[in-house]
């Protein structure tokens, strides 16, 4: 029969430069499962354990992963798996005479247990000392994928970056050449009409409704670089002027739900560009017949949802185009979630959600 007996508490002398020491090993790498094999290599170090194993909780369930163990053949292996399991269970340290089992805790819940195998004539050991080193762990853990993540960002933004700028340069392509082609096409056909005029003046009119299609067509590529819409009657106003355009130019049904509060131009700018892309997508890849659009305040929270019944695709095999993430940065810049629902055969939904207290004017 075991006897488990608790942790002492602290000593009047401080453990700080070993304390110290555990931090630094900890800190010296970015990869999560190094900072646990760090830490108890640095822990066996500061109490003069005789070996020691990290052990890693699998997402699936109870069980134990070792992620660092007792090198050769470790008499007290098994008894500390047990108290490991025993610590996670409970969620605090577990002692049993030389071994201890110390947990990790992370966002409620145990991610990983420290289990030490002390000297047998070794003092009790240093509770505070112990704890201040799982609590470094749990910052260590959050530190490291912190900056995993912000790497990753880093990475995408670059990517996006690169994007983008390839973007720019083919939509400023697209301009000039519409301008040249068809703009500049039909002023050179009403050049002709207005010669054509000078000896016969009946063909005036001509002239006239050739300058006009002109017009139309400058005006809608001013349309499509930056509506007037937007700045003259807000968004609600200019998405639905958007809808019917592009209804009128797909033949793609469309309805909708806008009843927008009054937003920042920001705010206005990047909603409008959100929805516009994703109507832009629908047209280009979705054969649907159908589109809804609904911008409207939903609790705390402005929702844009643009939902199609197109063929739909797999999210993930489009994850990382040009025109999801330019719609996923124009939400976070909001400090809004966005998302995409879809499968084959069932359409397609793209939702953002974004603080209102953050957009109002």
Same mark, same amino acid.
């Given at each position: 029969m075991t006897t488990e007996t608790a942790l002492s508490d602290c000593p009047a002398e401080s453990s700080l430069a070993s304390l110290s020491r555990v931090a630094a090993a900890?800190? +010296?790498?970015?990869?999560? /499962? !190094?900072?646990?094999?760090?830490?108890?290599?640095?822990? =066996?170090?500061? *109490?003069g354990a005789v070996?020691?194993?990290?052990?890693?909780?699998?997402?699936?369930?109870? !069980?134990?992963?070792?992620?660092?163990?007792?090198?050769?053949?470790? @008499? %007290?292996?098994?008894? &500390?798996? !047990?108290?490991a399991t025993r610590a996670a269970e409970r969620g605090e340290p577990v002692r049993r005479r030389n071994l201890i089992a110390l947990p990790i805790t992370r966002k409620g819940r145990v991610h990983a247990v420290y289990g030490l195998s002390l000297p047998a004539d070794a003092p009790a050991p240093d509770g505070c000392f112990l704890n201040a080193v799982c609590h470094l762990t749990t910052l260590a853990l959050d530190h490291a994928e912190l900056m995993q993540e912000l790497e990753r960002r880093e990475a995408q933004r670059v990517r996006l970056l690169r994007k983008w700028l390839g973007a720019q340069e083919e939509e400023r392509r697209r301009v000039g050449q519409a301008l040249h082609d068809e703009v500049g096409g039909v002023l050179t056909g009403a050049l002709l009409a207005l010669r054509l005029a000078e000896k016969d003046p009946q063909r005036l009119e001509d002239v006239r409704t050739v300058l006009g299609r002109a017009l139309d067509e400058v005006r809608r590529l001013s349309r499509e670089l930056r509506p007037a819409a937007l700045d003259d009657l807000g968004l609600g106003? +200019?998405?639905?002027?958007? &809808?019917?355009? %592009?209804?009128?130019? *797909?033949?793609?049904?469309?309805?909708?739900? =806008? /009843?927008? @509060?009054?937003?920042?131009?920001?705010?206005?700018?990047? &909603? %409008?560009? =959100?929805?516009?892309?994703?109507?832009? /997508?629908?047209?280009?890849?979705?054969?649907?017949?159908?589109?809804?659009?609904?911008?409207? @305040?939903?609790?705390?929270?402005?929702? &844009? !949802? =643009?939902?199609?019944?197109?063929?739909? %695709? *797999?999210?993930a095999s489009g994850g990382d185009s040009l025109g999801l993430a330019g719609m996923r940065e124009r939400a976070e810049q909001l400090d809004g979630e966005f998302s995409i629902t879809s499968s084959p055969g069932a359409g397609c939904t793209v939702r953002v959600e974004v603080p209102l207290a953050r957009v109002v004017d």
């Open positions: 900890m800190a +010296a790498t970015l990869e999560p /499962n !190094e900072v646990l094999a760090r830490g108890v290599e640095s822990l =066996i170090e500061a *109490t070996c020691g194993e990290a052990y890693l909780l699998t997402e699936s369930g109870p !069980e134990l992963q070792v992620l660092h163990g007792c090198e050769g053949a470790c @008499p %007290f292996k098994q008894q &500390l798996a !047990e108290m106003r +200019a998405l639905e002027r958007h &809808l019917r355009e %592009f209804e009128r130019h *797909t033949g793609i049904k469309t309805t909708a739900a =806008i /009843n927008p @509060p009054r937003l920042n131009q920001p705010a206005q700018a990047a &909603l %409008f560009r =959100i929805a516009q892309e994703a109507l832009t /997508n629908v047209a280009r890849h979705s054969g649907a017949g159908k589109v809804a659009v609904r911008l409207e @305040p939903d609790g705390e929270k402005l929702v &844009l !949802e =643009i939902s199609d019944d197109g063929h739909g %695709f *797999t999210p």
